[in-house]
Protein backbone atom coordinates (compact mmCIF):
# COMPACT_ATOMS: atom_id res chain seq x y z
CA UNK A 1 0.00 0.00 0.00
CA UNK A 2 1.74 3.43 -0.92
CA UNK A 3 2.28 6.25 1.32
CA UNK A 4 -0.63 9.26 1.19
CA UNK A 5 0.78 11.78 -0.88
CA UNK A 6 1.86 14.90 0.71
CA UNK A 7 0.66 18.36 -0.84
CA UNK A 8 2.84 21.54 0.18
CA UNK A 9 0.82 24.51 -0.59
CA UNK A 10 2.79 27.62 -1.90
CA UNK A 11 1.91 31.01 -0.12
CA UNK A 12 2.74 34.01 -2.15
CA UNK A 13 2.65 36.59 1.17
CA UNK A 14 6.03 34.80 3.00
CA UNK A 15 8.56 36.61 -0.05
CA UNK A 16 6.76 38.95 -0.12
CA UNK A 17 6.75 39.74 3.56
CA UNK A 18 10.82 39.46 3.60
CA UNK A 19 11.35 41.31 0.76
CA UNK A 20 9.27 44.26 3.14
CA UNK A 21 11.42 43.56 5.95
CA UNK A 22 14.91 44.05 4.14
CA UNK A 23 13.54 46.98 2.74
CA UNK A 24 12.45 48.37 5.90
CA UNK A 25 16.02 47.65 7.00
CA UNK A 26 17.54 49.47 4.41
CA UNK A 27 15.33 52.79 4.51
CA UNK A 28 16.68 52.57 8.56
CA UNK A 29 20.35 52.14 7.49
CA UNK A 30 19.56 54.76 5.36
CA UNK A 31 17.93 56.96 8.00
CA UNK A 32 20.57 56.20 10.77
CA UNK A 33 23.45 57.08 8.25
CA UNK A 34 21.59 60.19 7.16
CA UNK A 35 21.06 61.35 10.84
CA UNK A 36 24.88 60.54 11.92
CA UNK A 37 25.80 62.89 8.85
CA UNK A 38 23.30 65.20 10.01
CA UNK A 39 25.04 65.04 13.07
CA UNK A 40 28.75 64.77 13.02
CA UNK A 41 29.00 67.09 10.16
CA UNK A 42 28.15 70.37 11.47
CA UNK A 43 30.15 69.24 14.62
CA UNK A 44 32.78 68.57 12.67
CA UNK A 45 33.32 71.98 11.28
CA UNK A 46 32.94 73.32 14.28
CA UNK A 47 35.14 71.53 16.54
CA UNK A 48 38.14 72.69 12.96
CA UNK A 49 37.12 76.05 13.03
CA UNK A 50 37.68 76.42 16.79
CA UNK A 51 41.17 74.38 15.83
CA UNK A 52 42.22 77.27 13.22
CA UNK A 53 41.19 79.49 15.34
CA UNK A 54 43.76 78.95 17.68
CA UNK A 55 46.58 78.05 15.41
CA UNK A 56 49.35 80.51 15.16
CA UNK A 57 52.16 78.87 12.62
CA UNK A 58 54.75 81.23 12.17
CA UNK A 59 56.87 79.05 10.19
CA UNK A 60 58.92 80.82 7.64
CA UNK A 61 57.17 80.80 4.73
CA UNK A 62 57.71 82.35 0.84
CA UNK A 63 54.43 84.94 1.10
CA UNK A 64 52.33 86.42 4.07
CA UNK A 65 48.66 86.79 2.40
CA UNK A 66 46.39 88.84 3.68
CA UNK A 67 43.06 88.28 2.81
CA UNK A 68 40.96 91.56 2.56
CA UNK A 69 38.40 93.05 4.27
CA UNK A 70 36.17 96.30 3.97
CA UNK A 71 38.17 99.49 2.95
CA UNK A 72 36.28 103.07 2.53
CA UNK A 73 37.70 104.54 -0.30
CA UNK A 74 41.30 104.22 0.69
CA UNK A 75 41.13 103.67 4.25
CA UNK A 76 40.96 100.34 5.63
CA UNK A 77 38.47 98.97 8.27
CA UNK A 78 39.52 98.67 11.48
CA UNK A 79 39.06 94.24 10.34
CA UNK A 80 41.52 94.85 7.84
CA UNK A 81 44.07 97.57 9.60
CA UNK A 82 44.26 94.69 12.35
CA UNK A 83 45.00 91.72 9.23
CA UNK A 84 47.60 94.26 8.26
CA UNK A 85 49.01 95.10 11.35
CA UNK A 86 49.31 91.23 12.37
CA UNK A 87 51.13 90.78 8.78
CA UNK A 88 53.40 93.55 9.00
CA UNK A 89 54.14 91.88 12.61
CA UNK A 90 54.56 88.47 11.33
CA UNK A 91 57.80 90.29 8.97
CA UNK A 92 59.35 91.56 11.74
CA UNK A 93 59.54 88.26 13.31
CA UNK A 94 61.09 86.97 10.48
CA UNK A 95 58.36 84.54 8.65
CA UNK A 96 58.49 86.03 5.10
CA UNK A 97 59.73 89.56 3.49
CA UNK A 98 57.22 89.56 1.03
CA UNK A 99 53.15 90.21 1.79
CA UNK A 100 50.31 89.83 -0.84
CA UNK A 101 47.25 91.47 -0.72
CA UNK A 102 44.33 90.48 -1.75
CA UNK A 103 40.53 91.51 -2.43
CA UNK A 104 38.58 93.23 -5.47
CA UNK A 105 36.27 96.19 -5.94
CA UNK A 106 32.60 97.00 -4.11
CA UNK A 107 30.14 98.55 -5.95
CA UNK A 108 31.31 102.39 -6.17
CA UNK A 109 34.62 101.88 -4.95
CA UNK A 110 37.32 103.92 -6.51
CA UNK A 111 39.99 101.89 -4.79
CA UNK A 112 40.13 97.94 -4.55
CA UNK A 113 40.72 96.13 -0.57
CA UNK A 114 44.63 94.68 -2.36
CA UNK A 115 45.90 98.53 -3.19
CA UNK A 116 44.34 99.92 0.27
CA UNK A 117 46.49 97.17 2.27
CA UNK A 118 49.31 97.75 0.03
CA UNK A 119 49.38 101.42 0.62
CA UNK A 120 48.58 100.89 4.48
CA UNK A 121 51.31 98.66 4.52
CA UNK A 122 54.13 100.90 2.57
CA UNK A 123 52.58 104.19 4.61
CA UNK A 124 53.63 102.03 8.02
CA UNK A 125 57.31 101.49 7.25
CA UNK A 126 57.55 98.37 4.12
CA UNK A 127 59.07 98.94 1.10
CA UNK A 128 56.91 99.53 -2.04
CA UNK A 129 58.32 96.12 -3.54
CA UNK A 130 57.53 93.91 -0.50
CA UNK A 131 54.04 94.33 -0.92
CA UNK A 132 51.98 92.38 -4.16
CA UNK A 133 49.02 93.93 -4.63
CA UNK A 134 46.15 91.39 -6.58
CA UNK A 135 43.01 93.08 -6.66
CA UNK A 136 40.85 90.34 -8.37
CA UNK A 137 38.06 88.02 -6.84
CA UNK A 138 35.00 89.13 -5.18
CA UNK A 139 35.16 86.15 -2.07
CA UNK A 140 38.40 84.12 -0.35
CA UNK A 141 38.32 81.48 -3.18
CA UNK A 142 38.80 83.68 -5.96
CA UNK A 143 41.41 85.46 -4.23
CA UNK A 144 43.57 82.75 -3.33
CA UNK A 145 43.06 81.27 -7.28
CA UNK A 146 44.94 84.87 -8.08
CA UNK A 147 47.57 83.93 -5.31
CA UNK A 148 47.72 80.15 -6.22
CA UNK A 149 48.68 81.90 -10.35
CA UNK A 150 50.86 84.46 -8.98
CA UNK A 151 52.89 81.61 -6.52
CA UNK A 152 53.35 79.60 -9.62
CA UNK A 153 54.26 82.11 -11.74
CA UNK A 154 56.98 83.60 -9.33
CA UNK A 155 57.93 80.25 -7.81
CA UNK A 156 56.34 81.02 -4.22
CA UNK A 157 56.00 77.37 -2.90
CA UNK A 158 54.56 77.95 0.61
CA UNK A 159 52.41 80.94 2.15
CA UNK A 160 51.33 81.96 5.32
CA UNK A 161 47.18 83.32 5.37
CA UNK A 162 46.17 86.13 7.67
CA UNK A 163 43.00 86.37 8.53
CA UNK A 164 40.42 86.37 11.39
CA UNK A 165 40.55 83.45 14.02
CA UNK A 166 37.32 82.02 12.90
CA UNK A 167 37.79 82.53 8.91
CA UNK A 168 41.04 80.62 9.57
CA UNK A 169 39.26 77.26 8.66
CA UNK A 170 37.87 77.89 5.63
CA UNK A 171 40.78 79.61 4.38
CA UNK A 172 43.12 77.34 5.02
CA UNK A 173 40.56 74.36 3.09
CA UNK A 174 39.99 76.76 -0.01
CA UNK A 175 43.99 77.02 -0.14
CA UNK A 176 44.58 73.35 0.09
CA UNK A 177 41.52 73.33 -2.97
CA UNK A 178 43.71 75.84 -5.24
CA UNK A 179 46.90 73.77 -4.33
CA UNK A 180 48.86 76.09 -1.66
CA UNK A 181 50.78 74.60 0.89
CA UNK A 182 49.66 76.68 3.70
CA UNK A 183 50.05 77.95 6.96
CA UNK A 184 48.07 79.75 9.31
CA UNK A 185 48.68 83.29 11.66
CA UNK A 186 44.73 84.44 12.23
CA UNK A 187 44.90 87.91 14.23
CA UNK A 188 45.17 87.46 18.03
CA UNK A 189 43.41 90.45 19.27
CA UNK A 190 41.34 93.32 18.25
CA UNK A 191 38.62 94.07 15.54
CA UNK A 192 37.45 90.49 13.78
CA UNK A 193 38.88 88.23 16.58
CA UNK A 194 36.01 87.86 18.18
CA UNK A 195 34.48 84.00 18.44
CA UNK A 196 30.55 85.44 17.73
CA UNK A 197 27.93 82.83 17.73
CA UNK A 198 26.53 84.55 14.04
CA UNK A 199 29.91 84.14 12.97
CA UNK A 200 31.08 80.63 13.82
CA UNK A 201 27.57 79.37 12.70
CA UNK A 202 28.85 81.36 9.27
CA UNK A 203 32.19 79.49 8.85
CA UNK A 204 30.96 76.68 9.90
CA UNK A 205 28.41 76.08 6.95
CA UNK A 206 30.96 77.41 4.95
CA UNK A 207 33.63 74.93 5.62
CA UNK A 208 30.67 72.19 5.00
CA UNK A 209 30.26 73.95 1.74
CA UNK A 210 34.09 73.25 1.00
CA UNK A 211 34.02 70.03 1.75
CA UNK A 212 31.86 68.81 0.11
CA UNK A 213 32.73 70.76 -3.21
Do not use: C
Not at 77 to 92: C, F, G, I, Q, T
Not at 205 to 211: E, Y
Amino acid sequence: MSAPAVVLEWSPSRPARSRRRRARRRFAAVVTIVTLGAVALPAASVADVYRWASTDDRATSDAIVVLGAAQYQGAPSPVLANRLAHAHELVESGVSDTIITVGGFKPGDITSEAQTGKEELVAEGLRRRQVIALPFGENTAESLEAVAAVAETQGLHSVTIVSDPAHAARAHALAAQVGLDARISPTRTGPGTALTGEYLLRESAGLIGVWLD
